[in-house]
């Protein structure tokens, strides 16, 4: 089946340690988006690609950073976790951006400890 | 712009009972909207969808919403609620054709009383 699969799905890292967080997608789609979810909020839009063209949220610290290295995979760095990072992280792809956007799917997510 | 709020934060019901999860959307454009379900530690999932074709949109587990654009509104409905549907919901908006990025509520997280 297609998918988006995120791995690892439980990662633990110590404040300050660098920690890049993967996922890739077997359906083809133009859009990968990166959330992060904290515990009974709505996902908060980090960064997407439309295909290579890396958009980054405003507010979006510098402490986050992404590559896409092709189609299929995307990561998540985070240079100096702080444990204010303590998340879920949720990535997603949709089939183009605009009216096709609001339709996403998203993988299981990554949840992030910092110790 | 746009936002879309969802109205109650938590919604309890009995097995067996109709479900209401209440969103309401504002939007400078025509809208789509949607309504994803969250499983604890899990990620998001489409339960359906409004892009401006038939506005009552039936989705999948028995869910399904109206859009009423004189109320601003696209409540989720389910007839008869079952213990799996205990979960969070998502209302979202996003812009009917053209570049805007989707904008989520803040969640209602429903709980079913056996």
């Known amino acids: 089946d297609a998918m988006v699969i995120q791995n690892p799905r439980y990662q633990v890292t110590q404040f300050g340690k660098p920690v890049t967080l993967s996922c890739s997608q077997t359906l083809n789609h133009n859009v990968m988006y990166w959330y992060q979810q904290k515990s009974s909020q709505a996902p908060k839009l980090l960064f997407h690609y439309y295909d290579k063209d890396f958009n980054n949220e405003a507010d979006t610290p510098d402490n986050f950073q992404s590559r896409r290295p092709n189609t299929s995979f995307c990561f998540l760095d985070i240079r100096s976790p702080g444990l204010g990072d303590a998340a879920m992280y949720l990535c997603?792809?949709?089939?183009?951006?605009?009216?096709?956007?609001?339709?996403?799917?998203f993988g299981p997510g990554t949840r992030l400890t910092v110790t | 712009a746009q936002s879309v709020t969802q109205l109650d934060s938590h919604v309890s019901v009995s097995e067996g009972t109709p479900v209401l999860l209440r969103c309401n959307y504002s939007s400078s454009y025509s809208p789509s909207l949607f309504w994803y379900v969250q499983h604890p530690n899990k990620g998001l999932q489409l339960l359906l969808k409004?892009?401006?074709?038939?506005?009552l949109v039936k989705g999948i587990n028995g869910f399904e919403a109206e859009f009423k654009k004189s109320e601003t509104s696209f409540h989720l409905t389910k007839p008869s609620a079952h213990m799996s549907d205990a979960a969070e919901y998502f209302c979202?908006?996003?812009?009917?054709?053209?570049?805007?990025?989707?904008?989520f509520g803040i969640g209602t997280k429903l709980q079913v009383i056996p």
């Open positions: 979202v908006v996003s812009r009917s054709g053209g570049y805007q990025k989707v904008t």
């Open positions: 409004y892009t401006s074709a038939a506005t």
């Open positions: 997603a792809t949709s089939r183009e951006w605009g009216s096709q956007g609001g339709e996403q799917y």
